[in-house]
């Protein structure tokens, strides 16, 4: 049995205890949140293997795939936050990390000194290109039970999904 469903049947298996010690939660809501964040956790499941004698996560090379694309300008530390999906700590350790290894160097922001940016060095961005080789065909099988007409629809519903944890997010700071 593949991991994946040993995740579902783990999921589909503690619905009734989900909806007993939650009541006030709608259970398709709650399946839907879970089934993101085990969705989540199988794409680092699929990348970090290949991607661990690179001393990188999914995590962090998603890190530098955006600070690569970022070119030669870089991008701030808060825009690779909103970006990459990370909170502020996590991605000053990831920022430490890609430097440590020679894949990103971080300079000064020439508009706000307080500010740094992150710049792929050539290491990074070649790095960036190998692995998006060894990934290519792992990624595109994640994918390869959905048609194109799904994958549109899939795309649309999860930016639907981003705009209401947004506001979540900010209702969440009022009630904590």
């Avoid at 593949?2 to 783990?10: H, Y």
């Avoid at 020439?110 to 990074?124: E, Q």
């Amino acid at each position: 049995m593949l991991l994946s469903e040993k995740r579902l049947q783990s999921i589909e298996s503690s619905l009734d205890g989900w909806r007993k010690s939650a009541p006030d939660v709608e259970e398709g809501n709650a399946l839907l949140m879970r089934l993101i964040r085990a969705s989540s956790l199988g794409i680092s499941s699929c990348v970090d293997p290949i991607l661990r004698e690179s001393g990188l996560t999914e995590s962090s090379f998603h890190t530098l795939v955006v600070t690569t694309a970022a070119g030669a300008h870089g991008i701030t530390a808060s825009g690779l936050c909103a970006e990459v999906g990370q909170g502020a700590a996590n991605m000053t350790r990831i920022l430490k990390l890609l430097e440590t290894l020679g894949l990103a160097k971080l300079r000064a922001d020439s508009n706000d000194a307080r500010r740094r940016r992150a710049i792929a060095t050539a290491l990074g961005k070649a790095l960036v290109h190998s692995y998006g080789k060894k990934l290519a065909p792992v990624i595109n099988e994640s994918f390869s039970d959905l048609s194109e007409k799904e994958k549109s629809q899939l795309h649309d519903l999860l930016y639907k999904v981003m705009h209401s944890l947004g506001r979540a997010e900010l209702m969440a700071r009022k009630l904590g």
